[in-house]
């Protein structure tokens, strides 16, 4: 009979774990391009049917609201019917030279409209009435005045205009503003003021223009009357030494600027501003 081992020296048997296969961390996978246009192009058909969605219900409010901002129709007359033919008259345009005498000098060639109801040349004086005087003198027959108005003056002068210089000083202006050169039809002309002349006690109201046609010396001038003075005292003193009781000037370049400013009283800027009118109406005719 076999005899039974203890237990106790058998030898134990070890079985060694099972390996478990390890498997490698997964990389992180990159996003396709596919995919970022898929949402781009799903973003912008979202969008695009949004602004749509809106767009036609501001056009439903806006059709529901026009039938009540249009105004009633009517089955009257229009309105265009009812206009009286008055007030479809053309209006005009009135002439301000329309009625003024025409002074004209053949020799010369040149015609000036001047108003009716100032004074022309060797008129008699009223001191009341504008002065209007137009000469003129051939340089070949000249004869020589004094205060500038000569031969050699004039055919300096002459010269001068002819390229657009002023030339000498007109005798007795002192208003260096006043003294420009202007063209009338084409031509050179120099024009001045007088204010007064000799002394400090001959005040006078003198706009004139000079220019050279046909070999003459043309001068327009227009004054008005001493007693101008009367009516705008603000611009006047008393030198009683010397004039008595005379008004004299208090400065005339004040008053000059005042001219140009249109500030002046009435009566001075309708005389300033008719001298304006009467050159602008010369014509030449030959």
Known sequence: MATKQPLSSQTPITTPPPEIPQTPPASPQKKSPNIIMITFMVLLLGATGLLAFQNY?????????????????????????????????????????????????????????????????????????????????????????????????????????????????????????SEKVIKVNGLYAKTYINFQQLDVCNVQFTRGLIFYKNDHQINIYLQAPSNYANKMPNYFTQDPENCGSQLVWKSTEDFYTNLENNSAPKIALDWYSLFNQIISNIKFTN
């Open 57 to 177: 219900q501001l056009k439903q409010q806006l059709a529901q609201q026009q039938p009540n901002s249009l105004p009633p129709t009517s089955t009257d007359t229009p309105p265009s019917a009812n206009i009286t033919p008055s007030t479809l008259t053309p209006t005009t345009t009135v002439n301000p030279t329309a009625d003024w005498e025409m002074y004209e000098n053949k020799t010369t060639g040149i015609e000036v409209k001047y108003p009716k109801d100032i004074l022309l040349n060797d008129q008699p004086r009223d001191s009341n009435k504008l002065h209007l005087s137009i000469y003129s003198k051939d340089l070949s027959n000249y004869t020589d005045q004094p205060m500038g108005f000569d031969l050699k003056t004039a055919t300096s002068d002459k010269v001068a205009l002819g390229s657009g210089d002023y030339g000498s000083k007109v005798f007795g202006s002192g208003i260096p503003g």
